[in-house]
């Protein structure tokens, strides 16, 4: 069963206790909750000796969802899970938006003044905003983690796909790259380039193997851009037949395959560029950081039976992971980034002609958009995010609101959480 985070009254973070236990300092009145996501309360008290065992927090990066974990290495009790839902690609989506709005009002109103794009510079280290949000979510969510529990030691996965030691197994530097690891490193990078899909027929969801394109029998490489996967009546109907003979009746599936081998990997690529500074602002912490490959993590899942999910990854990242872990009960908490508001003061409808006329204003009657509240109204009893309206009711799910029903649990923070089977959600009741 999940841990419920605990704090003294003078904020500092004490070791997470069992929701029953929870439970019952709040019936009491000896604590009180101060946070709903993640759950936390806080004592009414002060800890003169505090004695705490220390957690380790977990980290396995990823360009859409990166998962953490809070880990005892001591006996590996998986005492914190959460996967967290980046907002890269509604970022770049949006300013790809406000670029045309721009240029096409400079093409209205200024369209003879000399061209200034040239004139920006950027700083060092400079990354685009959609990867500094994904940078600035996972340093978000590493500060409030460190604030409510006890955490001593950081782990991340800093090489999702070393490609130059993938395609020159013996360069010395890193030994992970030699013996088991390599099979899981190369396995890894070709599950995420097809999708974890048979190149030849598309089937998903069945054994994949390892399939040389330029067979080997005729001189082919075990060199990264001469695999692919394929499930294994695919690879046994090809054998040892050039792709080209093989897939003479299947014109269509020979162009992808043939393009797909030299499409990049966006995903691996957003990783791999934030990787060095998301560990250089992670060492900022004053915590020692240990890192780990893709190679190691899936390493340590398969050895200890662990199914693929990110949280279970993150468990699973660098050499520190304990060989016995305890995961048992543990409901990931669901967060997904969603910013706070846009710069845009007044909406349009598809014509260009605004929809409203008064200024636009974040907060209404007390409330916002993005608070998470509780509606208990006529209609029935219900909770989750609002959007605000500039009118007596709000939007809440697909039905609207009056503001006189809601009560707010969790104050907008630019994320929106959710956790199917929370073992401790009636404990602010």
């Not at 604590?31 to 000796?49: N, W």
């Not at 977990?58 to 969802?65: E, F, I, M, V």
């Not at 390599?182 to 027929?201: H, I």
């Not at 543990?330 to 710069?343: E, T």
Request: aromatic letters at 8%.
């Amino acid at each position: 069963m999940s841990n419920v985070f605990v704090i003294d009254t003078d904020y500092q973070p004490l070791d997470p206790m069992h929701p029953g236990y929870a439970r019952r300092l709040l019936k009491q009145g000896k604590a009180a909750v101060y946070r709903r996501y993640p759950f936390t309360i806080v004592l009414k008290r002060v800890v003169e000796e505090l004695q705490v065992q220390p957690l380790r927090l977990k980290l396995d990066p990823g360009s859409t969802t990166t998962g953490m974990a809070l880990v005892d290495d001591t006996n590996g009790k998986v005492v914190f899970a959460a996967e967290l839902t980046h907002r890269g690609h509604a970022i770049k989506e949006s300013l790809d938006d406000r670029r045309v709005v721009r240029r096409k009002r400079r093409n209205r109103k200024t369209r003879y003044r000399k061209p200034r794009w040239q004139n920006r510079r950027r700083k060092k280290g400079w990354v685009p905003p959609s990867l500094e949000s994904r940078l600035a979510n996972i340093l978000t969510w590493v500060a409030r983690l460190c604030r409510l529990a006890p955490i001593t030691a950081l782990s991340m996965e800093l090489v999702k796909f070393d490609l130059q030691h993938m395609q020159n197994p013996d360069i010395s530097g890193l030994t992970y790259q030699q013996g088991t690891l390599q099979g899981y490193e190369v396995r890894e990078y070709l599950l995420e380039k097809w999708e974890r899909t048979c190149a030849y027929c598309g089937k998903q969801n069945v054994p994949l193997q390892v399939e040389h394109i330029h067979p080997r029998a005729k001189g082919g490489t075990n060199r990264i851009s001469n695999l692919t996967l394929a499930c294994e009546p695919c690879n046994k109907a090809k054998n040892n037949r050039e792709i080209t003979i093989f897939l003479a009746k299947k014109p269509e599936v020979l162009k992808r395959i043939l393009a797909q081998l030299k499409s990049p990997l966006k995903d691996a690529s957003a990783v791999n560029t934030t990787r060095w500074a998301l560990l250089k602002q992670l060492k900022a912490f004053g915590l020692p950081v240990e890192c780990g490959s893709g190679g190691l993590t899936k390493y340590n899942r398969s050895t200890r039976g662990l199914p693929k999910t990110h949280w279970l990854d993150a468990v699973c990242v660098g050499k520190s992971t304990p060989v016995a872990l305890s995961h048992r009960g543990i409901v990931p908490l669901q967060i997904k980034a969603m910013g706070h508001g846009s710069r845009q003061m007044c909406v349009v409808d598809k014509y260009g002609f605004p929809k409203q006329h008064k200024q636009r204003k974040k907060k209404f009657l007390g409330y916002q958009t993005g608070d998470m509240v509780k509606a208990i109204s006529p209609k029935g009893v219900f909770e989750g995010r609002i959007a605000i309206r500039h009118r007596p009711e709000f939007r809440l799910g697909k039905r609207d609101i009056h503001p006189k029903y809601l009560r707010c649990v969790h104050r907008a923070d630019g994320y929106e959480y959710i956790q199917k089977g929370v073992p401790h959600a009636p404990l602010h009741d």
